[in-house]
């Protein structure tokens, strides 16, 4: 290894929306934390590799944007989430059989999340941290390989350079180097589904509700984003067996829209494709451990969960909130035992929401008539019983216990 020429606090490798809110929490705190990332982010809608996706961000996760900062420049841009309406549209054609609101309103006084485009929140993020004195955002080098010593651990960038630190936080996504250089294993699912992310416009306005239609397949969801082009605008995320989702990723657009009119059984009208659509491999994915010396591992180095019900970037948020509340203060960012603690409590707690995830992805894709009839009534058994649907409400919101 190259001699380290430069040491830092904390070292973030990866910039993607996780590993950038990590910096902000990091610097924010007044740590000397570097921040570095193979590609430079992509921050305009119609860029070629922008991120279509958008992200629902839940109570806790406002609050703690709210707390690292970041919150004040995206509250503008943010659609709010009152109502989660979940349609069963299995049968013959997609036609709504059985349609049910849960009312944010129910549970408390704040919609369920906000909204926002995934391009729009790396362009508010780069700015956010050029803001802050003690972060340091590096694109166009990534991390190639981990040497940890007791007091500090050294990182090989792919420039043949070397920083010290003395903890590493790994936001280096589903694939991630650094978990592999630490020798840390995942279990992983696949359903054989993708996801198919989009904008869509629609004549019928939103009303700030997202709905959700079920039918096997997976889920098609549509969620509120603000008017586009004078019209009211949805993001969607339209999950499908993958031979199905590579068919409608080769129609044309008109083709495209009108299949996704359909399979949307018309609750918001027609739909019209608006820029781009992205195709993503769903999986559930859980690293076997969450630390190793002077590394934690956050968001989707840690966990992958399929799209459903908002959790991902939530569930990451959750990692680098608790991480912070643990460094803020301590002597040593690294010490071994500030990182058990982190394990401790992130582990248990991802793993039951892999669980419920994985459980409504398989139910969201029953084939077979009788199942189809179960998810049907279990639905309305759900919505039906007052205390069971604000259980389940505020569970989804990210509520403890
Ligand atoms: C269709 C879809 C819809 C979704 N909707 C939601 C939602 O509504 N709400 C929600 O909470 N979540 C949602 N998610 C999940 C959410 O998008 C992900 O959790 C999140 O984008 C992952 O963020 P990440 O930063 O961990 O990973 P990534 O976005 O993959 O970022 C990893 C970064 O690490 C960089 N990198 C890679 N290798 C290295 C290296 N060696 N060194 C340094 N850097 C490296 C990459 O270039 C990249 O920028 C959705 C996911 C999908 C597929």
């Given at each position: 290894m190259t001699e380290a020429r430069e040491s830092y606090d904390i070292v973030v490798a990866g910039g993607g929306i996780a590993g950038?809110?990590?910096?902000?929490?990091?610097?924010?705190?007044?740590?000397?934390?570097?921040?570095?990332?193979?590609?430079?982010?992509v921050t305009d809608r119609d860029a070629a590799g922008a991120d279509l996706r958008t992200t629902a961000f839940l109570q806790p996760s406002r609050d703690f944007l709210d707390r690292i900062g970041l919150w004040p420049r995206l509250a503008p841009h943010a659609s709010a989430l009152q109502v989660m309406r979940i349609v069963d549209a299995g049968g013959p054609t997609p036609s709504p059989r059985t349609i049910r609101d849960f009312d944010a309103a129910e549970i408390g006084s704040l919609p369920f999340g906000w909204n926002l485009p995934n391009w729009l929140l790396r362009r508010e993020f780069v700015a956010?941290?050029?803001?802050?004195?003690?972060?340091?955002?590096?694109?166009?080098?990534?991390?190639?390989?981990?040497?940890?010593?007791?007091?500090?651990?050294?990182?090989?960038?792919?420039?043949?350079?070397?920083?010290?630190?003395?903890?590493?936080?790994?936001?280096?996504?589903?694939?991630?180097?650094?978990?592999?250089?630490?020798?840390?294993?995942?279990?992983?699912?696949?359903?054989?589904?993708?996801?198919?992310?989009?904008?869509?416009?629609?004549?019928?306005?939103?009303?700030?509700?997202?709905?959700?239609?079920?039918?096997?397949?997976?889920?098609?969801?549509?969620?509120?984003?603000?008017?586009?082009?004078?019209?009211?605008?949805?993001?969607?995320?339209?999950?499908?067996h993958g031979p199905e989702a590579e068919r409608l990723m080769a129609l044309d657009p008109a083709a495209f829209s009108a299949a996704a009119t359909h399979r949307s059984g018309g609750v918001q009208g027609p739909l019209t494709l608006t820029g781009g659509r992205r195709l993503w491999p769903i999986i559930s994915q859980v690293a076997h451990r969450f630390t190793a010396e002077r590394l934690a591992l956050v968001a989707e180095a840690a966990h992958?969960?399929?799209?459903?019900?908002?959790?991902?970037?939530?569930?990451?948020?959750?990692?680098?909130?608790?991480?912070?509340?643990?460094?803020?203060?301590?002597?040593?960012?690294?010490?071994?035992?500030?990182?058990?603690?982190?394990?401790?409590?992130?582990?248990?707690?991802?793993?039951t929401r892999i669980a419920g995830i994985d459980l409504l992805n398989r139910a969201s894709m029953l084939e077979p008539r009788p199942l189809r009839d179960l998810r049907r009534a279990g639905l309305t058994v759900l919505s039906g019983v007052a205390p069971l649907r604000r259980g389940l409400m505020r569970l989804g919101l990210g509520a403890r216990g």
């Open positions: 950038m809110a990590a910096a902000a929490a990091f610097g924010g705190l007044g740590l000397r934390t570097l921040c570095i990332d193979p590609e430079a982010p956010a941290l050029a803001d802050l004195p003690a972060v340091t955002h590096r694109c166009g080098v990534a991390a190639s390989g981990l040497l940890s010593r007791t007091g500090a651990a050294q990182l090989r960038l792919s420039d043949g350079s070397g920083v010290e630190a003395r903890l590493v936080v790994a936001a280096d996504g589903r694939n991630s180097t650094l978990r592999r250089a630490a020798g840390i294993g995942v279990s992983t699912a696949r359903y054989a589904q993708k996801a198919l992310a989009f904008a869509v416009t629609h004549p019928e306005p939103h009303r700030n509700v997202s709905t959700e239609v079920h039918r096997s397949g997976g889920p098609f969801t549509l969620v509120p984003l603000p008017d586009r082009d004078g019209l009211p605008c949805s993001a969607v995320v339209w999950m499908e992958v969960v399929p799209p459903i019900g908002a959790q991902g970037l939530n569930m990451s948020l959750a990692d680098i909130r608790t991480l912070t509340d643990l460094i803020d203060g301590a002597a040593d960012p690294g010490a071994p035992t500030l990182l058990d603690a982190y394990a401790r409590a992130r582990r248990a707690e991802v793993l």
